[in-house]
């Protein structure tokens, strides 16, 4: 199985760890054989000129996605399913009918509020004019005032009670679940009746570390690599203030418009969140090297003919090689024999065609 890019770079540098502190164990075995060399006339390199640019750092980190609302819609009264209207995974728009209950009694019941309503009504325009007449009292014209408003309201009660029999979805979107059957029996209010997912849009989710945290803002552009390999240009809109507990990090969510709906909740992600532009170089991993003090770099030969070692920092890792900082904007790179020279050490340096796209980093003829 091939190795990702990620992984060839971790392997290499792990690679050179490994022989810098071996070499610490191997003595001074090998100073004669350099000492040969040196005798022999300089150490013949290969070596590639290479420029620097302009490329935008970047925070990368591994996340899920999720839909930008989620909803469980819940029976408002209690009843008999006796009508399913929409299949589960199917769109639905806002106020689509999802689910029937039995009406059973609420009609009657609203007719039966109406007509009390009816009869407050005119109970109480009666006490109003007795009470301009002097023939009825304040307080009987306050009480009937008081039945009026109680019948009001009890008309709104079993005119919302017989409308929500039926169950609508609250927004557009796309019915996740819908676990009732006809026949099923709600024996209570807040009942669960389907799931409701907007994904006109959607949401990653990552945890970003506490040393990058500074570097992300809320409305900062931001882009979204699925696992399928789709990717989504999107923008920051929430940055957590406080860290998780347990991993010291900070939840960041990332929005995307899909207007194909398309994309699913939970999906792995990436989440890549732009923080600036740096001057680097793109080079193999291969080139890579340590120094005596374990320090990650490269071998450069300066004007002069000498070797240099230069502490470098990796900036980004892409199928097409690495993305390194703290390289003067030009320089000559040893790519061939880097490992038989040593900083200071006077060279020849033979120029050749680099090529970054080969995985061991060799030169082009």
């Given amino acids: 199985m091939a190795l990702k890019t990620p992984h060839k770079t971790a392997l290499a540098i792990f690679v050179l760890s490994v022989l810098w502190m071996a070499s610490g164990l191997i003595g001074d075995d090998h100073k004669p054989a350099k000492a040969k060399r040196a005798e022999g006339g300089p150490a013949r390199v290969r070596v590639e000129t290479v420029t620097g640019q302009n490329h935008t750092r970047a925070i990368t980190v591994l996340g899920r996605t999720e839909a930008v609302r989620a909803v469980t819609v819940r029976a408002e009264v209690t009843g008999r399913v006796v009508e399913i209207l929409a299949d589960k995974g199917a769109w639905v728009e806002a106020d689509q009918p999802l689910v029937r209950l039995d009406h059973e009694d609420r009609a009657q019941k609203l007719a039966e509020a109406e007509a009390r309503l009816e009869q407050a009504e005119i109970a109480h325009q009666s006490a109003r004019k007795l009470s301009k007449g002097g023939y009825s009292s304040q307080l009987n014209v306050a009480q009937t005032k008081a039945d009026l408003e109680s019948a009001h309201a009890q008309v709104t009660r079993q005119r919302r009670?017989?409308?929500?029999?039926?169950v609508k979805a609250p927004f557009a979107g796309v019915v996740d679940d819908l676990p009732l059957e006809v026949g099923d029996y709600l024996d209570k209010e807040g009942a669960k009746a389907a799931r409701i997912l907007d994904l006109r849009a959607v949401i990653a989710v990552g945890q970003v570390s506490e040393m990058d945290i500074a570097h992300v803002a809320v409305g900062g552009d931001a882009s979204i690599r699925l696992s399928d390999g789709r990717e989504l240009s999107g923008r920051v809109t929430f940055v957590a203030k406080s860290s998780d507990a347990a991993t010291r990090t900070f939840r960041v969510e990332l929005a995307a418009d899909t207007p194909d709906h398309d994309v699913a909740e939970g999906l792995t992600a990436e989440l890549h969140i732009p923080t600036g532009e740096v001057m680097a170089h793109r080079l193999s991993p291969a080139l890579l090297t340590l120094n005596d003090a374990g320090a990650?770099?490269?071998?450069?030969?300066?004007?002069?003919?000498?070797?240099?070692?230069v502490a470098v920092e990796l900036v980004a890792d892409t199928?097409?090689?690495?993305w390194l900082s703290g390289l003067p904007q030009t320089a000559r790179v040893i790519s061939v024999g880097q490992e038989f020279v040593v900083a200071g050490q006077k060279v020849e340096a033979v120029h050749g065609a680099l090529d970054t796209t080969r995985p061991n980093g060799a030169l082009g003829e």
């Fill in 319 to 322: 199928p097409e090689g690495i």
């Fill in 296 to 309: 990650l770099g490269l071998k450069t030969v300066d004007d002069e003919g000498l070797v240099r070692f």
């Fill in 161 to 166: 009670d017989l409308a929500n029999t039926t």
